[in-house]
């Protein structure tokens, strides 16, 4: 018998030396050691053995079986070294191989239109201002000369928050004006407000419910008409090219008096008329004027000393026309194909 359980433990040790797989490495565990298994086999054979003899054989048996597990276990490891080994070579990074270009983004073209605006601006003493998008009817229409029968306050025009029309969803950046003059009280003021602003527009290629608008405002002693066309003629030139073409036509707006308001000529059609000028062939391009008296003495500012301008300028359609935008729309759909172009 001790010959079989020497030739078990060569046997083994021969086999486990050549393992490939943790199959193989588990069916000669089997083979060896199992319930079935070779030494399991002879030891069933004991009750053959003398008294004498048992303790001997037992002692040579569980030598056996002590050298096939400890085998087993180093066979094992040398399964998970050599697994570990392959998977690093597998998944291994050539470092030379070229990365994957991270691709940057950049600003919006209207942004850049707007950081444009502000620069000219702040060379010109302006201060950069930020109101509420959610503002008081006070001060998006009363304090402003806006009559309570005005039809911008029509419901059909207006985004009020509460029923009884206190508050609303600003449909200009003009309340700008009287924050700014009641807040730093004694002129000169030169503020600038950019902002979104809602109206109940329907969309087309100059139109949107939510838009951005720029709000501009000078108030000091002496300030006249000339003042503020030359102001609106260095934006415009500054933005657009020498070559710009604009017109001021008279208008009116309760805020301001005398009012007007500015032109551009449509930079698709040159003048000649086309869809996205609405064939007249200018795109209006702000609203603007001198500062009404009542609004001045309304912030606590004498009319016979000061005076001043303000003008609201649609940023989308100013963008529109520095980066030859044809349709509004493609503003706000953040097409990649359309935005990667700026």
Sequence with gaps: MKEQL???RRDAMEALEGVND???????????LGKKGELTAVLKTMGSLSADERPVFGQAANNVRAAIEEKLEE?????KARALDAKLE???IDITIPGTPVEL???HPMNKALDEAKELFISMGFKI????EVEL??????KLNIGENHPSRDRSDTFYVTDDESVLLRTQTSPMQIRAMEAMKTPPIRILAPGRVYRKDEVDATHSPMFHQIEGLVIDKGVTMADLKGTLETL???MYGEDSVIRFRPHHFPFTEPSCEVDVQCFKCRGKGCPTCKGEGWIELLGAGMVHPKVLEGCGIDPNVYSGFAFGIGLERMAMRRYKISDMRMIFENDIRFLAQF
Aim: charged share 35%; no cysteine; proline share 3%.
């Design 105 to 107: 983004g950049h600003r």
């Design 137 to 142: 009817a006070d001060y998006n229409f009363t």
């Design 22 to 32: 943790s199959a193989e490495l588990e069916a000669l565990r089997v083979r060896f």
């Design 236 to 238: 415009i030139k500054a």
């Design 90 to 92: 597998s998944e291994a």
């Design 75 to 79: 066979a094992k490891l040398e399964l």
């Design 129 to 132: 201002l930020e109101g509420p």
């Design 6 to 8: 020497e030739k078990i």
